[in-house]
Nanobody
Framework: QVQLVESGGGLVQAGGSLRLSCAAS????????MGWFRQAPGKERAFVAA????????YSEDSVKGRFTISRDNAKNTVYLQMNSLEPEDTAVYYC????????????????WGQGTQVTVSS
């Protein structure tokens, strides 16, 4: 049973920071690429950032480059999303996901998904 559990969301003022965590179980964590996605009200789920199994290669959506950093700790089966300089436009439910580390990972075709954590950024 694969489980991905996000945490760390909350309410923050514009310009503030949050760090999201995603704890994985039921899979060989180090064999999977991990990604973060978000879904704002009235919008479709969108790619935010992804990281290869080794952590050496990362990818991010243009609007978050320079502000968000994805990282992983394979010993803890956990992937993180450090979010700095948050903007109201970042408000969304953030999901982590896992997929086999083959081909493109900067897209939405992932194998497993977490339940999401709400991030709200006030003006």
């Amino acid at each position: 049973q694969v489980q991905l559990v996000e945490s760390g969301g909350g309410l923050v003022q514009a310009g503030g920071s949050l760090r999201l965590s995603c704890a994985a179980s039921g899979l060989t964590f180090s064999s999977y690429a991990m990604g973060w996605f978000r879904q704002a009200p009235g919008k479709e789920r969108a790619f935010v950032a992804a990281i290869r199994w080794s952590g050496r290669s990362t990818y991010s959506e243009d609007s978050v480059k320079g502000r968000f950093t994805i990282s992983r700790d394979n010993a803890k089966n956990t992937v993180y999303l450090q979010m700095n300089s948050l903007e109201p436009e970042d408000t969304a439910v953030y999901y982590c996901a896992a997929r086999t580390d083959l081909g493109a990972i900067a897209q939405t075709k992932y194998d497993y998904w977490g339940q999401g954590t709400q991030v709200t950024v006030s003006s």
